[in-house]
């Protein structure tokens, strides 16, 4: 049936579909694709919620480039960590933490402002060490 057109409307070598509200078209394959459906959805990626924490380093006048890079590897590291949620090494993070007291303590309250932040979804072990962090911070 190869050059054999059936059926429907043709512009050019295109067959113009129809479908009525609601309706969702999908030609060719999709395999591995996004296909959102609804009115007005918006597709944006996960938001990162330790750029404040980078943006906090980056400002920081009073560090030298070496402190500084050892604090962004530090917050790499806890970030990694982080993300395993509820299979986090508590003890790895404690020791991040304690690092980045070292370091930089104004850096620490904005990584456990972070880590404590429901919306960010890290789980309880990294909201439960922010909070001894920081306690014993203080």
């Known amino acids: 049936m190869a050059g ?6 043709y512009v050019g070598r295109d067959q113009k579909i129809s479908a009525g509200n609601g309706s969702v078209v ?3 394959n999709v395999t591995g694709s996004t296909i959102i459906t609804g009115d007005r959805n918006v597709v944006s990626p996960g938001v990162n919620f330790f750029l404040p924490i980078y943006q906090a380093v980056e400002e920081k006048k009073d560090l030298t480039p070496d402190a500084k890079a050892d604090l962004k590897a530090e917050i790499q590291e806890l970030e990694a960590e982080v993300k395993k949620g509820e299979q986090a090494d508590e003890t790895f993070l404690a020791r991040r933490l304690r690092n980045i007291r070292r370091i930089a303590p104004d850096i620490l309250e904005v990584v456990t ?8 979804g890290f789980g309880l072990i990294a909201k439960k060490v922010a909070e001894k962090a920081k306690a014993s911070a203080d």
């Open 26 to 28: 999908i030609g060719g």
């Open 113 to 120: 402002a972070t880590l404590a932040n429901p919306a960010a």
């Open 4 to 9: 054999k057109k059936q059926g429907g409307e």
